[in-house]
Each structure stands twice: as structure tokens, then as C-alpha cells.
Nanobody, 118 residues
Framework: QVQLVESGGGLVQPGGSLRLSCVAS????????MSWYRQAPGKERDLVAT??????NYAGSVKGRFTISRDYAKNTVYLQMNSLKPEHTAVYFC?????????????WGQGTQVTVSS
């Protein structure tokens, strides 16, 4: 059974940091395109970062501030978020898609809430 479970969200003050985790089961993250998305209240879900092979890509708004990484031994993907701002408040989702597969075949986690507020 395929499952993605995110954790690590919470309330943090502006300028603070959080590390989100996404534990995968039922497939191997090393062979999948792994991504983090976020959805702010009243907005559509946006791509934050993607990792596949040795390549990572970031949305312009988070480049230099967020880092996506993987731990193959733990079959886990992380999103390190630094210098957080209130506009980073959103539900963050982890996603995995087999290369060549359509977006509709992607696996999704349930999301973890990140709130940046003083």
C-alpha cells in the first residue's frame, strides 16, 4: 500500500526555520520524482520544490531559502525552510510521481500545516 506521511509543520515566528519530513511506504523515493507543494488559504496548490536524481528545482520565491533533500535509507524526503515569512503560511504537501507518469498518477500525502506568525 502506497502512503506518504508528512510531519514537522507547526507555528513558527517570522525569521524562524522548520524542517518538514515526508516518509514514503509502498515505493522507493530514489526512483520517483519527489516534490513539495503548498496551498495557502483561498489559493491554488503551488509547486515549491522538486528532486529527482541529482537535480533539484525550486519556485523562484523560495530559492535560496528552502532546500529539498532525501534520505534513501529512511525512504524520506525533507524540506528545510529557513528565514520564514508570513506569506509562507500554507498547508504543505509531499508528492511522488514515477518518471514519465502523468500528474494524475502522482501519490500525495495528507499535508502538514505551516503557520508563520508573531
Amino acid at each position: 500500500q502506497v502512503q506518504l506521511v508528512e510531519s514537522g509543520g507547526g507555528l513558527v515566528q517570522p525569521g524562524g526555520s522548520l524542517r518538514l519530513s515526508c516518509v514514503a511506504s509502498g515505493f522507493t523515493v530514489s526512483t520517483y520524482i519527489m516534490s513539495w507543494y503548498r496551498q495557502a488559504p483561498g489559493k491554488e496548490r503551488d509547486l515549491v520544490a522538486t528532486s529527482f536524481g541529482g537535480t533539484t528545482n525550486y519556485a523562484g520565491s523560495v530559492k535560496g531559502r528552502f532546500t529539498i533533500s532525501r534520505d534513501y535509507a529512511k525512504n524520506t524526503v525533507y524540506l528545510q525552510m529557513n528565514s520564514l515569512k508570513p506569506e509562507h503560511t500554507a498547508v504543505y504537501f509531499c508528492s511522488g510521481r514515477f518518471p514519465g507518469g502523468s500528474e494524475s498518477t502522482a501519490y500525495w500525502g495528507q499535508g502538514t500545516q505551516v503557520t508563520v506568525s508573531s
